[in-house]
């Protein structure tokens, strides 16, 4: 399972979003971030975990920028490619809007009169 945590990172921090992505032209035909987190999702690999390889893929992308390696359409890529990966995990994460006691328009009352 942590083979297929570390693929998704060299992923993202690459830019290799899916299979028929051309981009990096080294890894072209290769599985990308997209085929990699829908296999790690299968295998029960926790969202955390994929989420942690991620953002340590940005990371190493990010770095590699600061230093002039890398330039704007490799960090464009790299967010593609996250993008991707987001995609698989957004069922594991909920944001739920209503669920406030109190009405929205309240606090702003509140707010107000303060």
Request: hydrophobic content about 40%; glycine content about 8%.
């Amino acid at each position: 399972m942590s083979e297929l945590i570390e693929k998704i990172g060299i992923c993202v921090e690459r830019g290799k979003v899916n299979k028929t992505s051309p981009f990096p032209p080294d890894m072209k035909g290769l599985d990308g971030a997209d085929e990699y987190t829908k296999l790690a999702v299968e295998a029960g690999t926790s969202a955390d975990a994929i989420l942690q390889a991620c953002n340590d893929g940005m990371q190493r992308v990010g770095e590699k920028f600061g230093k002039n390696l890398v330039f704007v359409p490799e960090l464009l890529m790299a967010a593609k490619a996250m993008h991707a990966v987001m995609a698989h995990l957004k069922p594991f994460f909920s944001i739920r809007y209503g669920e406030n006691k109190r009405d929205i328009h309240s606090w702003h009352r509140c707010r107000r009169s303060a």
